[in-house]
């Protein structure tokens, strides 16, 4: 249902408030054709409201004859800022930026935050920013999830369906999520809330069974079968099962990538108000279906591109796979059982 741009351009006033923007600050505004336009028309205002120092960057589209879906988060790393040096030095010369493009996974988003500006992902639908309105609670949750991951060793998922996994951590940083950017040379993404951290290399091993019901990004699919992966070496080696595994196969192999089978992003959604229910209830084209990527308590693991935590596998190939009801534990301590959150201040 629609949103109305006064109650749009007071949510970006909250959460450009919480990214501490302030009267002054040098703002981008990073557009392209794909960009939502109401989100675009009432960012203007309210970062103009806030005192903001405007400027506003359109790029033209890209990958539209390359990528298999309209999907932002189907083809990564890979923008209409590569070789754009006036638009670049204008990102790397503000204090935040503000993305309704997706930069996320390039060189080109790196080489802009080493300068210490804040950058914000903004590109799904206004209802889903409202109903999923980061706020400072979230902030407190993902702040504790995320410290205690980083001093995690290992990290060991199992569920009821056959999961069993294992990685050790602390050769990459934590990427926290939690909707709003507060911090000098920080990128988070609006609406969100997870933590996540990418295993060392070569150290992930075991199976994991994406069970029915489960989500597959950029698929915007819920497995009506069970799909078995086996990891050995930091890789998907198997993909096993019937149709949605043969699916998964045959969108993987046309990327033909060997990069895009290594194991990504791993760590646990936090937003209590993101649905899993929600992904059949939204047009697949309408967003990345932020929800799926951070409801309460799932096991989000992803595969393909490292460059988010300064590695340099870049393919564009990134599947991004939340399972419910299973049981994450860092060095033995439970972060999630049966997909229920256990540490009282993540609640
Ligand atoms: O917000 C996001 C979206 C996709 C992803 O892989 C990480 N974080």
């Not at 400027?55 to 033209?60: F, K, R």
């Not at 988070?188 to 295993?199: I, Y």
């Amino acid at each position: 249902m629609a949103i109305s741009d006064l109650a749009l351009v007071e949510a970006w006033k909250d959460v450009l408030k919480l990214s501490k923007l302030t009267a002054g600050e040098q703002v981008s505004l990073l557009v392209s054709d794909d960009s939502n336009p109401q989100l675009v028309s009432t960012a203007r205002i309210a970062v103009g409201q806030l005192g903001g120092i405007l400027t506003i960057l359109q790029l033209p589209p890209l990958n539209g004859d390359v990528a298999l879906s309209r999907d932002k988060s189907g083809y990564v790393g890979h923008t209409a800022l590569k070789g754009n040096r006036p638009a670049l030095e204008a990102m790397k010369h503000s204090d935040l930026v503000i993305d309704t493009m997706m930069l996320l996974f390039s060189p080109e988003q790196d080489e802009i935050l080493k300068t210490g500006a804040r950058m914000l992902l903004a590109c799904e639908p206004p209802e889903v920013m409202l109903r999923m309105k980061p706020n400072a609670d979230d902030g407190r949750r993902a702040t504790n999830a995320a410290n205690r991951l980083a001093t995690a060793k290992t990290m060991t998922v199992t569920s009821k369906a056959g999961t069993d996994f294992r990685c050790d951590l602390g050769q990459y940083p934590v990427l926290k999520q939690q909707g709003f950017v507060d911090r000098a040379g920080g990128w988070d993404h609006w609406p969100s809330c997870f933590v996540a951290t990418w295993p060392n290399e070569g150290s992930s091993e075991g199976t994991i069974v994406i069970d029915t019901g489960d989500i597959l990004l950029p698929f915007k699919r819920y497995a009506r079968e069970p799909i078995r992966l086996t990891i050995e070496g930091g890789v998907i080696r198997k993909i096993e099962g019937g149709f949605e595994a043969e699916y998964l196969r045959s969108y993987m192999e046309t990327f033909d990538d060997p990069d895009a089978y290594a194991m990504a992003h791993v760590g646990w959604g936090l937003h209590n108000r993101a649905h899993w229910t929600t992904l059949g209830l939204y047009d697949r084209e309408a967003g990345l279906s932020m929800d799926a990527r951070s409801f309460m308590g799932n096991f989000l693991w992803s595969s393909g591109p490292n460059t988010e935590a300064g590695g340099n596998r870049d393919t564009p190939c990134h599947m991004d796979i939340p399972l419910r009801g299973c049981s994450l534990s860092l060095d033995g301590e439970p972060m999630t059982i049966d997909g229920r959150v256990i540490p009282a201040d993540q609640l």
